[in-house]
């Protein structure tokens, strides 16, 4: 198992602490979705959900990926799958719906931070994956 010691590629040292980065930023996310949905949806500037529990559901599914972040980062050499599902795809698809929904669907600029967030973390995910893969392509 990699331990994250300095002896790890400076590709695999980046991508564990992005991991762990991903994981707190997620966290944060999911407690206010799943503790005070209705605060955070004022705090944005958007109605609040009906019913409350599809708020929470979103929050469970960050909280998820939060977690899946958090067991990537203790193995990241091993589980860069994970990173490609959760940091490339669904970052980059939850930058591409907030952006759509807004200039579709009006929704409240703010929004704007989350595809701002979610599409730099996903952008940084697919440069850092593809560095630790050239990596391992010449270290064979």
Do not use: E, I
Not at 13 to 32: E, I
Not at 36 to 58: S, Y
């Amino acid at each position: 198992m990699s331990d994250g010691s300095t002896n790890a590629p400076p590709a695999d040292r980046a991508l564990r602490a992005l991991c762990w980065l991903s994981a707190a930023y997620d966290f944060a996310l999911a407690l206010g979705m799943l503790l005070a949905p209705l605060a955070v949806a004022r705090a944005f500037g958007a109605p609040a959900p009906q019913p409350v529990v599809n708020a929470q559901l979103n929050g469970v599914f960050t909280l998820t990926l939060g977690v899946g972040y958090v067991w990537a980062a203790r193995d990241q050499a091993v589980r860069r799958g994970y990173v490609w599902l959760a940091g490339v795809l669904a970052k980059s698809m939850g930058a591409v719906l907030f952006v759509a929904d807004h200039l579709l669907r009006g929704s409240p600029p703010a929004f704007l931070l989350f595809a701002l967030s979610d599409g730099t973390l996903a952008v940084v995910s697919l440069v850092l994956l593809l560095r630790a893969r050239g990596g391992a392509r010449t270290s064979r």
